[in-house]
């Protein structure tokens, strides 16, 4: 089958842009002698998290306890929370994946913590964490200034076993232009550097500095003082990623495919995909950069001005090729949450649909049990 004779809309996946942006990355992190441990997140599929471990990611980022669930069920043996675990019934899940594989916490405060060793010392179990660090985001995590302070008050809990730090420069996402990148880099580095040395002049060994997201992968890639990158965006990129000059339009390996169903006016055409299929954000932290709902991939002519649930309007400005009845790929603003509304993707080389992959750690996919 070829492309474009799948029914529309639908989720296609360019496997050859896919493994090339995992290959760049990895390549990168092996010459920078840096382990990687990409976020889960972005695309949910167990195959696509193996894929990831065949190119050579060390372990896994996920979002969530079925995510991580399904990723060690799937033989994958090392697990990382980027977030504080304050639900028992989710800290009696990933103890027992603890039994399984390696897992690694992520705490910012005691509370949470406390409750996860009062099971660990019912089970006779240790457990690793990170400490997490508030490198701009003003999210998760303590000031590096705060952290001995922290850390001090969680070696009460001796089943539990501090191992480094961690953060997430999400606030990258809100920059007002792609110069705008490069100094939220260096505060990514600065700020985890003065924590680990603030922790260790203060008695406390720290093995490992982890940190990512992907448009800052590039800049710190290099940096000594990092040891785990954390990038999640890459395999797919979007056009968040675009507007940031991170990757080019023939790196989104994600797109959604669509029919011109209407043209109503000479400036105006109708396509079948929504916000069904698109999403309505700029970015979980919105990108001043992006105007529109999407891109239309190789039609610079077309901006995407409106989304219903399951139909799209697209502004025509100048003069176009496309008619009704032709098929569009459209970038997505935000793969992520892109990829989150759909079971499959449809893999293809070229024109030719190879494979499907399945979407199979979706949001709230684990069903509790009765």
């Keep these: 089958m070829k492309i474009n004779e799948l029914s529309t809309p639908n989720f296609i996946l360019d496997l050859d842009a896919l493994e090339n942006n995992l290959k760049v990355v990895q390549d990168l992190c092996n010459k920078n002698n840096k382990e990687l441990w990409p976020m889960t997140k972005t695309h949910k599929s167990t195959k696509l998290a193996q894929m990831q471990i ?27 929370f980027p977030y504080p675990i304050a639900n028992v019934s989710n800290i009696k899940r990933a103890i027992e994946l603890s039994k399984k594989a390696r897992i690694i916490l992520s705490f910012d405060n005691v509370e949470s913590a406390k ?6 010392v019912k089970q006779d179990i240790n457990m690793e964490y990170f400490i997490l660090i508030n490198s701009g985001l003003n999210r998760l995590g303590v000031t590096p200034e705060n952290s001995p302070n922290l850390a001090k008050e969680l070696s009460q809990f001796k089943n539990l076993k501090l191992i480094g730090i961690s953060t997430h420069p999400g606030h990258v996402y809100a920059v007002a232009s792609p110069e705008e990148v490069s100094p939220i880099s260096k505060q990514e580095v600065e700020r985890m550097s003065t924590a680990k040395q603030l922790l260790q002049s203060n008695g406390f060994e720290i093995d490992v500095v982890a940190s990512g997201s992907t448009p800052t992968f590039f800049d710190v890639v290099s940096d000594p003082s990092l040891d785990v990158l954390r990038p999640g965006n890459y395999p797919f990129y979007d056009n968040i990623q675009l507007s940031l000059d991170i990757c080019k339009e023939d790196d989104c390996s994600l797109t959604a495919l669509g029919t011109i169903i209407s043209r109503p006016s000479e400036d105006l055409f109708i396509v079948d995909v929504g916000s069904k299929c698109l999403g309505l954000d700029k970015g979980a932290h919105g990108s001043a950069l992006i105007t529109g709902f999407g891109k239309v991939k190789g039609h610079d002519e077309l901006n995407i001005i409106g989304l219903s649930e399951e139909v799209g309007k697209i502004q025509i400005i100048g003069v176009t090729t496309l008619k009704v009845g032709d098929k569009i790929q459209i970038i997505p603003n935000h793969s992520c949450s892109c990829a989150n509304m759909t079971s499959y993707l449809v893999g293809y080389r070229g024109e030719d649909v190879v494979d499907i992959i399945d979407i199979d750690v979706r949001g709230n996919s684990k069903k509790p049990i009765l």
């Excluded at 065949?54 to 990382?80: H, M, N, P, Q, R």
């Excluded at 409750?115 to 660990?120: A, F, P, S, T």
């Design 115 to 120: 409750l996860w060793n009062y099971e660990l």
């Design 54 to 80: 065949d190119f050579g990611a060390k372990g896994l980022l996920v979002g969530t306890i079925d995510e991580a669930e399904a990723f060690v069920e799937s033989g994958i043996k090392a697990i990382t």
